[in-house]
């Protein structure tokens, strides 16, 4: 059973002229994007440049002075069932003295799912061996786990995710990588902040750009970041990672002891290829404009010099 049971159209995030203003603070001026199923769409912007406030008013945790918000064409207070359609990632304010275990037995009935899925999500995001221990003890990159395995456990349609890298290990990052990748291929919608723009461009499908409240920029990342020469990516598993990207028809040179270059693919295919494989990429960058210089072109744009 895949994620596009509830069709397309229920599955679709849209935000349509959205205002909202805190005082004399303008968060938000007329941000209208949407967010389509099957995808994975990151959404960039600095620092107070209105991507927590987007989500917030998404996720119905404050109100839009103009505008809306919606989940298949609802607000979020319509959903029949919140819990089982959307799976949010925004803080973790969990009570420190719960343990995790605790903590997701109170969320499995707010969902209304069986107790038996609390098991099912602490081994998905590597809890297992900590649930009994209290929240409060945690790690960060702990936290964000239970913080993710929150937002899954009403095994919903749409995942809508601030910073949901932030703080994980390596090992944390590609299993969260590949559960993202597999939810989108599955038809489901994935919406998610972050500052890991290297990861971003690695993973991602769409990418929604905005700065002080107003839309800057919405594509997919493929016609964003214009074809390069070739992609460098580092990696400790080269010869892995190689021959899964030979397999797609891309060309492959060992460049160093952890690195490659990699031409006559785009960096989706570079990204599966590493999830296929395996491989843990530590880093990517192109041969020319990458996802970074994109961006802040787009947010600081050079002037022109007559």
Known sequence: MTKQRL???ALRISFSNVTKRYGAVMALDKFSAEVAPGRITAFLGANGSGKTTSMRL???LAEP???TALVGGCSYHELA????????VLDQGFQPHRSARNHLRIVAVQAGVPASRVDEVLDLVGLTE??????GKFSLGMRQRLALASAVIGDPSVLVLDEPFNGLDPQGIQTLRVFLRNFADNGGTVFLSSHLLAEIANNADDAIIIDHGRLVSAGSIAD?????AGTVVTTP??????????ATGAMVERSGIDRLTVTNVSTEVIGRAAIVA???????????????????????????VS
């Open 7 to 9: 069709g397309d159209d």
């Open 58 to 60: 998404l996720l119905g």
């Open 65 to 67: 002075t103009a505008g």
């Open 81 to 88: 069932h919140p819990l089982r359609t959307v799976g949010a």
């Open 130 to 135: 900590a649930a009994n221990r209290r929240a």
């Open 224 to 228: 964003l970041v214009p074809a390069t």
């Open 237 to 246: 598993d080269t010869e892995a990672l190689t021959a899964a990207l030979r």
């Open 278 to 304: 395996g491989a843990v990429i530590l880093g990517m960058r192109a041969e020319g404009d990458d996802l970074e210089a994109i961006f802040e072109n787009l947010i600081h744009p050079k002037e022109l």
